[in-house]
């Protein structure tokens, strides 16, 4: 026990513990102040890094294990990225991820490349300064979508497709990488060799994991499963994606690359669901410590000596991303509102940014100044989307006062409202065609009553028209919707999602041209439904209540099964 206690503790772990308590001290503050964990995440980093622990811990190697710990992070999160990539989801999204996200990419990245170049920085470093500050943060964008109940609607849309390409192209830039910085150097004379390597052993790891990923991969889970040990089906799992990152690395690619490849694997597996909820912990954990970790290489004194320059690139950024998003998203035909909202959720940078930098200044070292700006004002602008992306109903309330938005919606030509819309009295308005939505319409048709359905889902939308139904794509928030909808000649309202914004935003218009209307909401929590009853609504479904009720309903029903044996 004396030898035991003897021992001297290793740094590392020494590391962990001390991250690992201060993002919970520091998040649970913030939870109580209601704002952003990720700030907390950074702050936290920037404290260890600047008031002496690492010094008093005696370790020489710091910066190695916390990028080794971060490493990691971000190969679970590429693994995940994989796992969860949809060719069918990309489809649907195609014109949004392949024109939007292009035109982002481009818009984004090339003033700051032509910025950086004229300001000194050779062309390798300025281009992957401009794509490092291009991509955006998904994993904040989509969770804060998924806190304001807004993961369907077609902002998240948007940013879902921008996103979807901006994965593709720096998982291809990572690739490239080191081509660029072979291009950009004086001795270029085996670019053209260097180039069709790494392509020869891009096209060989893809190949060996496609061919895993048919023969081996699955009757490896199926045996695993068959044990029905969870410990080992988690552990197979993760060495899965150890491997084939461990084999990209051994290849000279990128070992974020690998765990890419890795998640595309056993991205058809019948057990996807369950490897994601065995990874997804592990994946937070680590990434968690690969945002402490940005900020631990946040040099404070340096920091402040560029606070000026931090808070202009930080201010530039989200404004130029978020101007250049919102008119890309105009252009393909979304309203202001969720325009504003999809691209206020892209405006900061991202994680991929980070690993970026981080990769390239293995390459070829990074000013100092420029490294602790761009980390500093990246970290700044993560922290700030939550908060930004509250700014975008404001937002399109002062542009729509100041007559900067379309008056209509803009409708496919396959999809324009039909004429025998005008036609229908006393009929039923329903908002979503969700799963509570078409439960709905099919019960309103049993009775022969008549309805209009309002959604924002344009394959949806067109597979309706299709089928002869009375069908509106626009948006409940708008007051031309309820004049197309025939609100007037309408007995009842259903909203069949728990947006409560929205509801809320459409029932000034409901009151205003028909004070008769009956109105059916949906609301997640208690808060919502009494919003929603103050306002005027005449019956809320509130989601908990009733899912409380359902659950004591077939609760009792087993005891009292039991009681009649």
Same mark, same amino acid.
């Given at each position: 026990m004396l030898l035991l206690a003897a021992t001297p503790i290793p740094p590392l772990f020494g590391l962990l513990a001390i991250m690992l308590v201060g993002i919970v001290v520091v998040s649970l503050v913030l939870i109580r102040m209601r704002q952003s964990l990720l700030i907390g995440y950074f702050l936290c980093?920037?404290?260890?890094?600047?008031? =002496?622990i690492l010094e008093g811990m005696g370790t020489a190697e710091t910066e190695t294990r916390i990028s080794q710990m971060a490493e990691f992070g971000v190969i679970l999160l590429l693994f995940t990225l994989g796992l969860e990539f949809s060719l069918s989801e990309l489809k649907f999204l195609r014109r949004l991820a392949f024109v939007g996200g292009s035109t982002q990419m481009a818009l984004?990245? &090339?003033p700051v490349i032509v910025g950086a170049w004229w300001l000194g920085m050779g062309i390798s470093q300025s281009t992957v300064l401009g794509v490092a500050l291009a991509l955006s943060s998904t994993a904040i964008s989509l969770k804060t979508f998924?806190? &304001?109940? &807004? =993961?369907g609607s077609p902002g998240a849309r948007l940013a879902i497709g921008i996103a979807i390409f901006q994965d593709l192209f720096v998982i291809l830039f990572f690739l490239f990488l080191p081509v660029l910085f072979s291009a950009g150097s004086t001795n270029s004379v085996g670019l053209m060799p260097t180039l069709l390597g790494i392509t020869g052993k891009g096209l060989l790891f893809v190949g060996v994991a496609l061919a895993l990923a048919h023969w081996v991969i699955p009757r490896l889970l199926h045996a695993v499963a068959d044990t029905r040990s969870r410990e080992l089906f988690t552990l197979t799992v993760v060495g &899965?994606?150890?491997g084939l990152a461990y084999l990209g690395g051994l290849l000279e690619l990128s070992l974020a690359l690998g765990g890419f490849v890795a998640g595309l694997a056993v991205s058809d597996s019948i057990y996807r669901h369950r490897i994601l909820a065995d990874v997804m912990p592990l994946k937070d954990l680590f990434l968690t410590l690969f945002f402490v970790s940005v900020g631990l290489m946040i040099d404070l004194r340096i920091a402040l000596m560029w606070w000026s320059q931090i808070i202009l690139v930080?201010? =530039?950024l989200m404004f130029v991303k978020g101007t250049l998003i919102t008119f890309i998203a105009r252009g393909l035909g979304l309203r202001t509102r969720p325009s504003l909202l999809g691209a206020l959720s892209l405006s900061g940078a991202g994680e991929f940014g980070l690993v970026l930098m981080q990769r390239a200044g293995e390459l070829e070292p990074w000013p100092v100044a420029v490294q602790q700006v761009v980390l500093a004002s990246t970290a700044l602008s993560m922290g700030l989307i939550p908060a930004a992306m509250k700014l975008a109903d404001p937002l399109a309330d002062v542009l729509k006062r100041m007559g900067l938005t379309s008056k209509s919606a803009t409708l496919p030509a396959d999809i324009k409202p039909?004429?025998?819309?005008k036609a229908l009295e006393d009929h039923a308005i329903v908002c979503g065609y969700g799963p509570v939505g078409q439960r709905l319409v099919a019960a309103l048709d049993d009775s022969g009553i008549g309805t209009v359905i309002v959604d924002l889902n344009a394959e949806t939308v067109r597979r309706l028209h299709k089928a002869g139904r009375q069908v509106l794509f626009a948006d409940a928030a708008h007051s031309e919707t309820w004049d197309l909808a025939g609100l007037e000649r309408a007995r009842l309202v259903a909203f069949t999602f728990p947006d409560t914004a929205t509801s809320l935003a459409a029932l000034d218009f409901l009151h205003q041209k028909n004070r008769e209307i009956t109105i059916i909401a949906r609301a997640k929590f208690a808060s919502e439904a009494e919003a929603l009853l103050a306002k005027g609504v005449h019956t809320v479904i509130h989601d908990e209540a009733e899912s409380g009720r359902a !659950?004591?309903?077939? %609760? !009792?029903h087993v005891?009292? %099964?039991? =009681?009649?044996e």
């Open positions: 980093g920037v404290f260890i890094a600047n008031s =002496g984004c990245a &090339l998924q806190d &304001l109940e &807004l =993961g &899965l994606c150890v930080t201010v =530039g039909s004429a025998r819309l !659950l004591a309903r077939e %609760a !009792l005891y009292e %099964a039991k =009681g009649e």
